[in-house]
Each structure stands twice: as structure tokens, then as C-alpha cells.
Nanobody, 125 residues
Framework: VQLQASGGGLAQAGDSLRLSCAAS???????????VGWFRQAPGKEREFVAA????????YYADSVKGRFAISRDSAKNTVYLQMNSLKTEDTAVYYC????????????????WGQGTQVTVSS
């Protein structure tokens, strides 16, 4: 599975950005049991879980730090997952990565099998 993340950029606090993660699987399909997650890594910090979605049923999961501000969704026809980020804060500044876990939901990055290249989000005050 190859993942292509895009949509990052510069924003001011309070603004919105939408990230996209386009998946291309060798089989041409994403399996319903797979989970697509977004992680982020700020300078000098470890990579952390942000949000995830079960590909089949669309159930979503969020880190407490983004709950109520970010929304993850998927477009099955386009094999794409989105992360809508609203009410951005300076502490949201990070490189954002999308990843696929073939074995279901996990909040730990080590459980994810495929990773995109990351997209930079910078939020200024």
C-alpha cells in the first residue's frame, strides 16, 4: 500500500486546513478491517496519535488534544482519508503522517504497517 499525504501548509491560529491521504493498494482495494490513522510529530517531540478511522464501518477515534476540533473521514470511491482541522492552535504545528494498520485499531505507531511521507502543518499566532 502506498500512501500520499497532502494539504499541509501555513495557517494562523483559529484557521482551518484539510489534509488528504490517498491510498493505492496493490490489490486495488482497501480492506474493511483496515484502519487508517493520522499521526503527527512536532519538533523535538515523539510522534503521536491524532485520529483514526475504520475503513469498513467508518468509526472514528481521536486524541483528546484534537477532539471536537478535528474530524477524520474517508471517501471509499477515491481510497482517500481526510483530516479536517478546525480551530487550529500553535501547538498543532507538526509534520502530519497518515498510516494504515492492517490489524485494526491501535494508538501505537509501531502497529501501523504502511506510512505516507508526511505533510508539514505550521500554525502561527
Amino acid at each position: 500500500v502506498q500512501l500520499q499525504a497532502s494539504g499541509g501548509g501555513l495557517a494562523q491560529a483559529g484557521d482551518s486546513l484539510r489534509l488528504s491521504c490517498a491510498a493505492s493498494a496493490a490489490s486495488g482495494r482497501m480492506f474493511s478491517s483496515w484502519v487508517v490513522g493520522w499521526f503527527r510529530q512536532a519538533p523535538g517531540k515523539e510522534r503521536e496519535f491524532v485520529a483514526a478511522i475504520r475503513w469498513g464501518v467508518g468509526r472514528t477515534y481521536y486524541a483528546d488534544s484534537v477532539k471536537g476540533r478535528f474530524a477524520i473521514s474517508r471517501d471509499s470511491a477515491k481510497n482517500t482519508v481526510y483530516l479536517q482541522m478546525n480551530s487550529l492552535k500553535t501547538e498543532d504545528t507538526a509534520v502530519y503522517y497518515c498510516a494504515v494498520n492492517r490489524n485494526g485499531l491501535s494508538y501505537a505507531e509501531v502497529e501501523y504497517n504502511y506510512w505516507g511521507q508526511g505533510t508539514q502543518v505550521t500554525v502561527s499566532s
